[in-house]
């Protein structure tokens, strides 16, 4: 009989297989879930080790940099040679460097347990994302929209339980989260089996490889990826301004306690959440391109008008924002891999890491300019930067075939 971790022959190349696809978006929803309390602690922490904003956009920086600087290098080696249980280990970095914030006392101890959990990310996404990709059955869109929805719901929830456990109960209760962390590695190790029977069946010939091919040239390709990161560029560096800075934005303009701007925190991603999931099978019905010009430039008038409006519709345009911008990233790397298979992790990687990168980047930028201005000043600034995405009229449309 043969073992439920191990794909049959059917299940990899035509079907969508959907056990492995939920298995690893729960798995994608504890590692985002462990991810979002470092942003969800820093009212707690800014207080407790009287930090300066500055000092909350380096320690994001540090997570991010970390996130971002291994993916493609982890996506293409493992394009290459594919390691089945590197997602689990990376599980296992996250579980330290939660421990260690348990237990940090200041400024630099807090550095080095967000950077550990920020290698546990770049672990991890390069290849839970190709296992998506081949779970999918063809139906990639959808595919990375599942995966990306645990992503952004661990995220969502992430808040909210730090609220509960850890705002009321103290920095200790963080030993909590741990129990995230052992769940996802053994989520991991199961996933891990499919992925390595699968990766059999491939080396043996016994399997399409669903990848497509087109003909465009390269030259252009290479410039359409430079467009796709501009695009993540603008997503992502207006993201970190709301995931970073939206609590204290929402206690300095309208008075709110913590555990009240965190709750509208949660709602901003859960909106998130809601978005991704709907933009993968929408860019595989109607096309990617469409989804990124409606998810991109599609919010610039509500994030232009978001400074400027009181705390009931401030709390309605961040919905919105979330559930249209969140469409984009899906759509966005599917098309990316769709421009160069077969190489699948390094594309991954790339992306991945680029938006981590961005974040912290722009988390130390947004956090220094806050200083020196103000919080609502930075808002204001990044309310433009969706206009980016005007630029998608620049990309090709992308005929392919496939490849067996």
Same mark, same amino acid.
């Given at each position: 009989?043969?073992?439920?971790?191990?794909?049959?022959?059917? #299940?990899?190349?035509?079907?969508?297989?959907?056990?492995?696809?939920?298995?690893?978006?729960?798995?994608?929803? &504890?590692?985002?879930?462990?991810?979002?309390?470092?942003?969800?602690?820093?009212?707690?922490? /800014?207080?407790?080790?009287?930090?300066?904003?500055?000092?909350?956009?380096?320690?994001?920086?540090?997570?991010?940099?970390?996130?971002?600087?291994?993916?493609?290098?982890?996506?293409?080696?493992?394009?290459? /040679?594919?390691?089945?249980?590197?997602?689990?280990?990376?599980?296992?970095?996250?579980?330290?460097?939660?421990?260690?914030?348990?237990?940090?006392?200041?400024?630099?101890?807090?550095? &080095?347990?967000?950077?550990?959990?920020?290698?546990?990310?770049?672990?991890?996404?390069?290849?839970?994302?190709?296992?998506?990709?081949?779970?999918?059955?063809?139906?990639?869109?959808?595919?990375?929209?599942?995966?990306?929805?645990?992503?952004?719901?661990?995220?969502?929830?992430?808040?909210?339980?730090? =609220?509960?456990? +850890?705002?009321?109960?103290?920095?200790?209760?963080?030993?909590?989260?741990?129990?995230?962390?052992?769940?996802?590695?053994?989520?991991?190790?199961?996933?891990?089996?499919?992925?390595?029977?699968?990766?059999?069946?491939?080396?043996?010939?016994?399997?399409?490889?669903?990848?497509?091919?087109?003909?465009?040239?390269?030259?252009?390709?290479?410039?359409?990826?430079?467009?796709?990161?501009?695009?993540?560029?603008?997503?992502?560096?207006?993201?970190?301004?709301?995931?970073?800075?939206?609590?204290?934005?929402?206690?300095?303009?309208?008075?709110?306690?913590?555990?009240?701007?965190?709750?509208?925190?949660?709602?901003?991603?859960?909106?998130?959440?809601?978005?991704?999931?709907?933009?993968?099978?929408?860019?595989?019905?109607?096309? /990617?391109?469409?989804?990124?010009?409606?998810?991109?430039?599609?919010?610039?008038?509500?994030?232009?008008? &978001?400074?400027?409006?009181?705390?009931?519709?401030?709390?309605?345009?961040?919905?919105?924002?979330?559930?249209?911008? =969140?469409?984009?990233? #899906? =759509?966005?790397?599917?098309?990316?891999?769709?421009?160069?298979?077969?190489?699948?992790?390094?594309?991954?990687?790339?992306?991945?890491?680029?938006?981590?990168?961005?974040?912290?980047?722009?988390?130390?930028?947004?956090?220094?300019? =806050?200083?020196?201005?103000?919080?609502?000043? +930075?808002?204001?600034?990044?309310?433009?930067?969706?206009?980016?995405?005007?630029?998608?009229?620049?990309?090709?449309?992308?005929?392919?075939?496939? /490849?067996?």
């Amino acid at each position: 009989m043969q073992s439920s971790s191990t794909p049959s022959q059917a #299940s990899v190349t035509s079907q969508t297989v959907y056990p492995i696809l939920f298995s690893i978006c729960f798995a994608h929803l &504890l590692n985002d879930l462990l991810q979002s309390v470092i942003p969800s602690l820093y009212p707690v922490m /800014r207080e407790k080790y009287h930090l300066s904003f500055s000092q909350v956009g380096w320690i994001t920086f540090t997570f991010q940099l970390t996130a971002s600087l291994l993916q493609p290098f982890v996506g293409n080696y493992t394009d290459k /040679r594919p390691k089945p249980y590197s997602f689990a280990l990376g599980m296992g970095f996250t579980f330290f460097g939660i421990v260690l914030l348990t237990f940090s006392s200041g400024f630099y101890s807090i550095l &080095l347990s967000v950077a550990c959990v920020g290698i546990g990310s770049s672990v991890f996404h390069p290849e839970a994302s190709k296992v998506s990709y081949y779970a999918s059955g063809g139906r990639r869109g959808l595919a990375q929209s599942i995966f990306q929805l645990g992503g952004n719901t661990g995220t969502a929830i992430g808040p909210m339980l730090v =609220a509960a456990i +850890v705002v009321k109960q103290g920095q200790l209760h963080l030993a909590w989260f741990l129990l995230f962390a052992i769940l996802g590695m053994l989520i991991l190790i199961r996933v891990g089996n499919w992925y390595k029977g699968h990766l059999v069946l491939r080396a043996s010939g016994k399997i399409s490889t669903l990848e497509q091919r087109h003909d465009i040239p390269r030259r252009r390709v290479i410039i359409s990826i430079i467009i796709l990161l501009i695009l993540i560029f603008s997503k992502y560096f207006y993201l970190t301004s709301i995931t970073s800075y939206y609590t204290f934005y929402l206690m300095q303009k309208f008075h709110l306690t913590i555990s009240e701007s965190q709750f509208r925190l949660s709602l901003f991603l859960l909106s998130v959440a809601a978005g991704t999931f709907l933009g993968g099978p929408l860019g595989d019905r109607f096309g /990617r391109k469409i989804i990124i010009w409606v998810s991109i430039l599609g919010i610039a008038p509500f994030t232009i008008l &978001l400074p400027h409006v009181n705390l009931f519709w401030t709390s309605v345009l961040t919905v919105i924002i979330g559930v249209i911008m =969140a469409s984009a990233f #899906s =759509a966005i790397l599917v098309y990316a891999q769709e421009l160069l298979p077969g190489k699948i992790g390094m594309i991954s990687g790339l992306f991945f890491g680029f938006a981590f990168g961005i974040a912290g980047i722009g988390s130390a930028l947004l956090g220094n300019l =806050a200083d020196r201005t103000s919080i609502e000043y +930075v808002f204001n600034i990044c309310a433009y930067l969706p206009l980016l995405g005007i630029i998608t009229g620049f990309l090709p449309d992308i005929k392919s075939s496939k /490849r067996t």
